[in-house]
């Protein structure tokens, strides 16, 4: 769980770092803009791409479905998710962006196959394998990011980079430690994905629901205001996403333990956990909410320079 959470929060770190330096290393506000509408369309392309099915996997502790069919029920929701994004954002985005949103779906899209190995892995009790995939990958599209946008000044170049290294490290890190355990070669089994389809549906729904509540204020905000004042909101903002993903660090890794606890009808050990992962939660978004309301102005010019002063509020 530590080598997990310590990855997950380097690899956050870093996501929300591509953020400050698109600032850094371009002039203006409309890289990042640019950067912070892909990444809203991408909101939205998510929950379709993964459909809950790492919960539902991590879950499976009687392995009702070996990891190749997994696999191939990942493979499906991420052709039906990004043939769906990419339509709905030829009918609300400019025509300028599209190669942009297309390459970071495709990124995101890499993303979602090697979750599923991460799922193989936390079922055998491997999350270091996660964690180090974290901390490879991050530091890896770093610095592919960083040369993308310093010596050629292109967020597509950059993206195309962070698509490769991410394709490299998926097959050398997560696919040769993962397949030990498992075959992992894509599978659609027509049963699963029915099933899941059924399954998950609803919270899926639920979350594409709360990436909206995100995603089309920001698409307004570009549409309406142009990409530099995207960007300005988006970097400001930045730094709150700190309290939702610090919170599902918490919950994430115990999953299999409250699938355990339920399969095994242990409902004092399932609530106890229930109600420490619950304060949990609340502790970090406590602490966050009043660090960012006190030194918040002050982080935002550390890491934006003063220019972004003006609108920390």
């Not at 929060?9 to 203006?28: M, P």
């Not at 097959?171 to 399954?199: A, G, T």
């Not at 998950?200 to 570009?222: G, H, K």
């Amino acid at each position: 769980m530590i080598w997990n959470s310590l990855g997950s929060l380097i690899y956050l770190g870093i996501q929300w770092l591509l953020t400050v330096l698109v600032v850094r290393l371009s002039t203006g506000y409309d890289a990042a803009g640019l950067l912070a509408l892909a990444m809203a369309i991408g909101n939205i392309f998510i929950p379709f791409a993964n459909y809950r099915m790492r919960i539902y996997q991590i879950s499976d502790v009687t392995h009702e479905y070996s990891t190749s069919e997994y696999m191939g029920f990942r493979c499906v929701t991420i052709f039906i998710s990004f043939s769906a994004c990419m339509i709905y954002a030829l009918f609300t985005c400019n025509f300028e962006p599209l190669g942009v949103i297309a390459l970071w779906l495709i990124y995101k899209g890499i993303e979602a196959i090697i979750d599923v190995m991460h799922g193989l892995d936390q079922q055998n009790m491997r999350m270091d394998i996660i964690g180090k995939s974290f901390i490879f990958r991050g530091i890896g599209t770093l610095v592919a990011f960083c040369l993308g946008m310093y010596f050629l000044n292109s967020l597509e170049l950059s993206f195309i980079f962070m698509i490769l290294v991410s394709v490299i490290l998926g097959y050398v890190w997560d696919y040769r430690k993962s397949h030990i355990f498992d075959r992992i070669k894509p599978v659609v089994n027509k049963q699963l994905v029915v099933s899941l389809l059924k399954r998950c549906f609803l919270i899926t729904i639920a979350n594409v629901a709360c990436s909206a509540a995100i995603t089309i204020p920001r698409q307004y905000l570009a549409m309406s205001c142009g990409e530099w004042a995207l960007g300005v909101y988006a970097s400001v903002a930045a730094p709150v996403a700190i309290i939702q993903m610090g919170g599902g660090y918490i919950y994430g890794p115990l999953l299999g333990s409250f699938a355990t606890y339920y399969e095994n009808n242990e409902r004092k050990n399932f609530f106890s956990l229930f109600l420490k992962t619950t304060l949990g939660m609340a502790a970090v978004g406590i602490i966050c909410a009043v660090l960012l309301e006190l030194f918040g102005p002050w982080l935002l010019n550390l890491l934006f320079g003063n220019s972004i002063g003006e609108y920390s509020y």
